[in-house]
Nanobody, 124 residues
Framework: QVHLVESGGGLVQAGGSLRLSCAAS????????MGWFRQAPGKEREFVAA????????YYADSVKGRFTISRDIVKNTVYLQMNSLKPEDSALYYC?????????????????WGQGTQVTVSS
């Protein structure tokens, strides 16, 4: 079974940047979509960004457009989330997830594999 491991979280000041990484233990199938979700205390887990593995097409939540960039390294079986201009409201536990083809890219139910999460805290 695929094993996803996130890294790169930490504590930063507002306006700062972080780069999250998600390494997969196996080759990511070309039909998959890789996504990032986040969950803050007391809130529902929400979609952040996704990338189609086959062609690199990207999708973003409105709240992060222009600030976050998702990318992939096919050879390394790794997906990244570059986060710039961070705001306190970006503070959350960030999860990497993998979904087979089909279904909405922003749907939690589509993603079958999840990492353990990495904490991002943005101070004001």
């Amino acid at each position: 079974q695929v094993h996803l491991v996130e890294s790169g979280g930490g504590l930063v000041q507002a306006g700062g940047s972080l780069r999250l990484s998600c390494a997969a233990s196996k080759r990511i199938v070309s039909t998959y979509t890789m996504g990032w979700f986040r969950q803050a205390p007391g809130k529902e887990r929400e979609f952040v960004a996704a990338i189609d593995w086959s062609n690199g097409s990207t999708y973003y939540a409105d709240s992060v457009k222009g600030r976050f960039t998702i990318s992939r390294d096919i050879v390394k079986n790794t997906v990244y989330l570059q986060m710039n201009s961070l705001k306190p409201e970006d503070s959350a536990l960030y999860y990497c997830a993998a979904a087979p083809a089909g279904g909405p890219r922003n749907s939690k139910g589509r993603y079958l594999h999840w990492g353990q999460g990495t904490q991002v805290t943005v101070s004001s």
